[in-house]
């Protein structure tokens, strides 16, 4: 059987050689549960100023999220 490695209209239906994908690295795995991990916090932050003010969001909660922003980048 022949197999094409690159895209060519005739090769329509041949079935092309491709290597898996590479399981992302030890270092990116741990990264990426690092970067879920804060932004699950973060919005957990969010939704509680958001039930203080009764789900309506004001001038006031948007200055309160954005100062909990600030805080939680300052903290690192």
Known sequence: MT???TYSPLARGIETSRR???R???FARIM???VAARQA???REVEAIL??????LTDDVERQLCN???ARWMRG
């Open 3 to 5: 197999t094409v490695s």
């Open 20 to 22: 898996p994908a590479a």
């Open 24 to 26: 992302p690295g030890f």
């Open 32 to 34: 990426k549960r690092l």
């Open 41 to 43: 916090q973060a919005d």
């Open 51 to 56: 039930q203080r003010s009764g789900g309506r």
């Open 68 to 70: 909990a922003e600030v």
